[in-house]
């Protein structure tokens, strides 16, 4: 039985200790490389498969975008809009196994009209126009790659103003062990042209609604946020790439309240070497 956890509550809590943090990154031949970082928790180096990770896949080279959602789940979008859904069931050990094969299955087209596309909490999907509209999607056959939607044709608008940043990327998941704790808060980041980190919170991802925390311009949490790519992972961690290709380990303490307090704050804490060999990294 997973039992419900809270930030902090790492000792002796099977339900986080067990959960493993995996990281996926595409190769320029198309390679889908699999990682898994031990030291999510506390920013060590701990990792399965650090020294190159595990070809899992192939043939990634074809999509423009890719996003990962919960317990294996991941989609990818061609150049022409279409959106092809995955289900690495090999997620937690990098095994090679998949549901719907290893090209996955089309749930979607014309997402090539946003400039930018994210998975966020639940079965949530992101898209920001070129205009800076925040577009609201929930696929609801996220499970099995069906073609269910909830607002599919066109989804709900939630925000604008958002092409203002340079980079948006959902910052903590609530996902523990196949466990979605309904007390975390889903947050979304935003990166400045000139690198302060922007906080939100939607308070209406589950059905579209448009209540926000911060939602006029988030709160500035961090500045000096320079990498060339920034995910997150569970818990207030997150993670960006710097140009020389360091992995850098954060955790946003104050995630849940967008409150400036930091673990590794100063410039975060290098956990791994020779990510920007990649053309994209995500979790």
Same mark, same amino acid.
């Given at each position: 039985?997973?039992?419900?956890?809270?930030?902090?509550?790492?000792?002796?809590?099977?339900?986080?200790?067990?959960?493993?943090?995996?990281?996926?990154?595409?190769?320029?031949? *198309? $390679?889908? #490389? +699999?990682? !898994?970082?031990?030291?999510? =928790?506390? &920013? %060590?180096?701990? /990792?399965?498969?650090?020294? @190159?990770?595990?070809?899992?896949?192939?043939?990634?080279?074809?999509?423009?975008?890719?996003?990962?959602?919960?317990?294996?789940?991941?989609?990818?979008?061609?150049?022409?809009?279409?959106?092809?859904?995955?289900?690495?069931?090999?997620?937690?050990?990098?095994?090679?196994?998949?549901?719907?094969?290893?090209?996955?299955?089309?749930?979607?087209?014309?997402?090539?009209?946003?400039?930018?596309?994210?998975?966020?909490?639940?079965?949530?999907?992101?898209?920001?126009?070129?205009? *800076? $509209?925040? #577009? +609201?999607? !929930?696929?609801?056959?996220? =499970?099995? &790659? %069906?073609?269910? /939607?909830?607002?599919?044709? @066109?989804?709900?608008?939630?925000?604008?103003?958002?092409?203002?940043?340079?980079?948006?990327?959902?910052?903590?998941?609530?996902?523990?062990?196949?466990?979605?704790?309904?007390?975390?808060?889903?947050?979304?980041?935003?990166?400045?042209?000139?690198?302060?980190?922007?906080?939100?919170?939607?308070?209406?991802?589950?059905?579209?609604?448009?209540?926000?925390?911060?939602?006029?311009?988030?709160?500035?949490?961090?500045?000096?946020?320079?990498?060339?790519?920034?995910?997150?992972?569970?818990?207030?961690?997150?993670?960006?790439?710097?140009?020389?290709?360091?992995?850098?380990?954060?955790?946003?303490?104050?995630?849940?309240?967008?409150?400036?307090?930091?673990?590794?704050?100063?410039?975060?804490?290098?956990?791994?070497?020779?990510?920007?060999?990649?053309?994209?990294?995500?979790?």
């Amino acid at each position: 039985m997973v039992r419900r956890v809270t930030f902090g509550a790492f000792e002796g809590n099977s339900a986080v200790s067990d959960t493993p943090m995996v990281i996926y990154a595409i190769k320029p031949n *198309g $390679d889908l #490389q +699999w990682y !898994r970082h031990d030291g999510w =928790q506390d &920013g %060590s180096g701990a /990792w399965t498969a650090g020294g @190159g990770g595990v070809t899992v896949n192939s043939g990634w080279e074809i999509y423009s975008t890719v996003l990962c959602g919960y317990d294996g789940v991941m989609y990818g979008i061609k150049p022409n809009g279409d959106m092809h859904w995955f289900r690495h069931q090999g997620w937690r050990e990098g095994t090679n196994a998949w549901a719907g094969g290893p090209s996955g299955i089309k749930v979607g087209t014309g997402w090539q009209s946003y400039a930018t596309v994210l998975h966020g909490p639940g079965d949530v999907i992101y898209a920001i126009t070129p205009t *800076g $509209d925040m #577009q +609201w999607y !929930r696929h609801d056959g996220s =499970q099995t &790659g %069906s073609q269910e /939607w909830t607002a599919g044709g @066109g989804g709900i608008r939630v925000g604008t103003g958002w092409n203002s940043y340079s980079t948006v990327f959902f910052g903590s998941s609530a996902h523990i062990g196949g466990y979605a704790d309904p007390d975390i808060p889903r947050m979304l980041y935003a990166v400045t042209p000139n690198g302060d980190l922007q906080w939100y919170r939607h308070d209406g991802w589950q059905d579209g609604g448009q209540e926000w925390t911060a939602g006029g311009g988030g709160k500035k949490v961090a500045t000096g946020w320079t990498y060339g790519q920034s995910f997150g992972g569970y818990f207030g961690v997150l993670y960006g790439i710097r140009p020389n290709g360091d992995l850098q380990w954060y955790r946003h303490d104050g995630f849940r309240d967008g409150s400036p307090q930091w673990t590794a704050g100063g410039g975060g804490k290098t956990v791994g070497t020779g990510w920007n060999s990649y053309t994209k990294v995500f979790s």
